[in-house]
T-cell receptor, first 114, second 116 residues
Framework: AQTVTQSQPEMSVQEAETVTLSCTYD???????LFWYKQPPSRQMILVIR??????QNATENRFSVNFQKAAKSFSLKISDSQLGDTAMYFC???????????FGTGTRLQVTL | EAGVAQSPRYKIIEKRQSVAFWCNPI?????LYWYQQILGQGPKLLIQ????????DSQLPKDRFSAERLKGVDSTLKIQPAKLEDSAVYLC??????????????FGAGTRLSVL
């Protein structure tokens, strides 16, 4: 079974600064996908960024980028130019390439301050 | 394009009562998921439907939870009888069968259940 570990329960960053959220995972699969989801107080899970394991290039989406280290089974999220609207819970998630069951980490609560 | 719709947003019941949640996925999405998210944890998959058939219900407590997806569109998740430990947010998600979009799940806003 796959496991996803987020070791930072809470983080804080000042507006306009850069912050990195950590995620590690454990799997024996070679084909899989990794995701970062954002969950604001409204509770709706919003996809932030996706990475296919077979791609060496790190995914980027505007201010969001990942550092995908396949050998180390690490998948960190970097948020540049942090905004107040980035305040939310962030979940790292793993998807087996042969199934569609998402396995989530326990989340990191990010607070962006003035 | 309308997102995943869920209702109700909140529900408060007493233990041993029954409750039902409703989900309408994104139009055309063949796969529908129900997740349970206990406070302080990540969501955990309860059941997955492909059209109106069950793909995975290995984590569904079948003695008290049931779910159906009639006609392969809307879905209902029921708990009967509820226990205190069922207090959680119940999230519905859907995904497309199209190859490029197959692995992206879109979530609804969830139903927060409080069992007293």
């Amino acid at each position: 079974a796959q496991t996803v570990t987020q070791s930072q329960p809470e983080m804080s960053v000042q507006e306009a600064e850069t912050v990195t959220l950590s995620c590690t995972y454990d799997t024996s699969e070679s084909n899989y996908y990794l995701f970062w989801y954002k969950q604001p107080p409204s509770r709706q899970m919003i996809l932030v960024i996706r990475q296919e394991a077979y791609k060496q290039q790190n995914a980027t989406e505007n201010r969001f980028s990942v550092n995908f280290q396949k050998a180390a089974k690490s998948f960190s999220l970097k948020i540049s130019d942090s905004q107040l609207g980035d305040t939310a819970m962030y979940f790292c998630a793993f998807l087996d390439g042969t199934a569609s069951k998402l396995t989530f980490g326990t989340g990191t609560r990010l607070q962006v301050t003035l | 394009e309308a997102g995943v719709a869920q209702s109700p947003r909140y529900k408060i019941i007493e233990k041993r009562q029954s409750v039902a949640f409703w989900c309408n996925p994104i139009s055309g999405h063949a796969t529908l998921y129900w997740y349970q998210q206990i406070l302080g944890q990540g969501p955990k998959l309860l059941i997955q439907f492909q059209n109106n058939g069950v793909v995975d219900d290995s984590q569904l407590p079948k003695d008290r939870f049931s779910a159906e997806r009639l006609k392969g569109v809307d879905s209902t998740l029921k708990i009967q009888p509820a226990k205190l430990e069922d207090s959680a947010v119940y999230l519905c998600a859907s995904s497309s069968d199209r190859v490029l979009a197959k692995n992206i799940q879109y979530f609804g806003a969830g139903t927060r259940l409080s069992v007293l």
